[in-house]
């Protein structure tokens, strides 16, 4: 079945730092892909999508490019902050007709200033 | 635009009791979706529904848990009698069909 798989967190980064979380999927077809943010006591946010081979999804300094030879959407930031200190979460949705959300376990990220 | 509304945003109950979420999705979005999030785990499905129709409710438990969205609008989830495995956070999620879906803040369940 379709699966999502995340690189296990806590990730803690000094402010200005690269930021690399890992993402692999296993899944039949094209799916879409995300990256859903929750910071403490919300609840997701999406943060980025990607929705065809070689796609890459951006928002507020975060990328994420869609590789189908690799089954990866891995999400970078040139430089973080402090306020990027949340949880993200990878998710695909499965096509033909179930549209049904696959979310990995979610990686902390702390930002030390 | 107003996005997903929960509520309550925090239930503290004891065993045995029922207890009842709400949801009020963006407007316009036919899709909506429970999920359980676990402490330290991603959203799992519970339910989705098409308008007013429950078209995968395959991981809801049904000797404790229902769901209705009367209207196609609004939804309630309720747990009775809840557990000690219950506590986890209820998230709602709507989306225009197979779209991108965006969640409320959630309802933390706390059973004691």
């Known amino acids: 079945g379709n699966s999502v798989t995340q690189m296990e967190g806590p990730v803690t980064l000094s402010e200005e730092a690269f930021l690399t979380i890992n993402c692999t999927y296993t899944?039949?077809?094209?799916?879409?892909l995300f990256w859903y943010v929750q910071y403490p006591g919300e609840g997701l946010q999406l943060l980025l999508k990607a929705t065809k081979a070689d796609d890459k999804g951006s928002n507020k300094g975060f990328e994420a490019t869609y590789r189908k030879e690799t089954t990866s959407f891995h999400l970078e930031k040139g430089s973080v902050q402090v306020s990027d200190s949340a949880v993200y979460f990878c998710?695909?949705?499965?096509?033909?007709?179930?549209?049904?959300?696959?979310f990995g376990t979610g990686t902390r990220l702390k930002v030390l200033a | 635009e107003a996005g997903v509304v929960q509520s309550p945003r925090y239930k503290i109950i004891e065993k045995k009791q029922p207890v009842a979420f709400w949801c009020n999705p963006i407007?316009?979005?036919?899709?909506l979706y429970w999920y359980r999030q676990n402490l330290g785990q991603g959203p799992e499905l519970l339910i989705r529904y098409e308008n007013e129709e429950a078209v995968d409710d395959s991981q809801l438990p049904k000797d404790r848990f229902s769901a209705e969205r009367l209207k196609g609008v609004d939804s309630t989830l309720k747990i009775q009698p809840a557990e000690l495995g219950d506590s986890a956070v209820y998230l709602c999620?709507?989306?225009?069909?197979?779209?991108?879906?965006?969640f409320g803040p959630g309802t933390r369940l706390t059973v004691l």
């Open positions: 999620a709507s989306s225009k069909a197979g779209d991108t879906q965006y």
């Open positions: 899944a039949t077809g094209y799916p879409s």
């Open positions: 407007s316009g979005h036919n899709t």
């Open positions: 998710a695909l949705i499965s096509q033909g007709g179930t549209y049904k959300y696959i």
